[in-house]
Antibody
Framework: VQLVESGGGVVQPGRSLRLSCAAS????????MHWVRQAPGKGLEWVAV????????YYADSVKGRFTISRDTSRNTLYLHMNSLRAEDTAQYYC????????????????WGQGTLVTVSS | DIQMTQSPSTLSASVGDRVTITCRAS??????LAWYQQKPGKAPKLLIY???SLESGVPSRFSGSGSGTEFTLTITSLQPDDFATYYC?????????FGQGTNVDIK
């Protein structure tokens, strides 16, 4: 099982960025997927989850209305579209696989990527 | 949102020590509580789920207990590889939330 994030970088406040996470080694279409972030020197913050079906999505209050999680099963890829970026969005962004292949995700992750760093600065 | 509070924030211990970390939820989460270990520059690793179930491949010196609002992670005999930061996470109610972390360092 492998998850590889990409798309991070330095972006100005108010701008947009799209993160990608390429998945391999498991049946991507059967699992819910998460984004979790970690600001420099800080703790973990759960950001969003998308169910296996790509329809049900839930977000942290801090990103609701600005970030959109999506998935492309044909490409085995998870995305995070980030709009109206703020300085407080600066963080390492991890994608993570849920442990459950049931209809609803369990809410916990047994496989994580190494992360991609997003820096929001003028 | 459910707030998760860990104590202590930092813990200094020696190899062979028994270590206990506490996590409290602001409302009942039944047993929907996980523990992760994170080392500097690395992604988190799942240790415990459903409060007390050991993830496959995790050494048996790690154990979890609790239900409702109070939970503990215990390491029975601390090993050199265990010096890291530990996070609890509730997955009872969206948005899922983490504790602030407990850094276990060398005394």
């Amino acid at each position: 099982v492998q998850l590889v994030e990409s798309g991070g970088g330095v972006v100005q406040p108010g701008r947009s960025l799209r993160l990608s996470c390429a998945a391999s080694g498991f049946t991507f279409s059967r699992y819910g997927m998460h984004w979790v972030r970690q600001a420099p020197g800080k703790g973990l913050e759960w950001v969003a989850v998308i169910w296996y079906d790509g329809i049900n999505k839930y977000y942290a209050d801090s990103v609701k209305g600005r970030f959109t999680i999506s998935r492309d099963t044909s490409r085995n890829t998870l995305y995070l579209h980030m709009n109206s970026l703020r300085a407080e969005d600066t963080a390492q962004y991890y994608c993570a696989k849920d442990t459950s292949s049931d209809i609803a995700p369990a809410g916990i992750s047994d496989c994580w990527g190494q992360g991609t760093l997003v820096t929001v600065s003028s | 949102d459910i707030q998760m509070t860990q104590s202590p924030s930092t813990l200094s211990a020696s190899v062979g020590d028994r270590v206990t970390i506490t996590c409290r939820a602001s409302q009942s989460i039944s047993s929907w509580l996980a523990w992760y270990q994170q080392k500097p520059g690395k992604a988190p690793k799942l240790l415990i789920y459903k409060a007390s179930s050991l993830e496959s491949g995790v050494p048996s010196r790690f154990s979890g207990s609790g239900s409702g609002t109070e939970f503990t992670l215990t390491i029975t005999s601390l090993q050199p590889d265990d010096f890291a930061t530990y996070y609890c996470q509730q997955y009872d109610t969206y948005p899922w939330t983490f504790g602030q972390g407990t850094n276990v360092d060398i005394k």
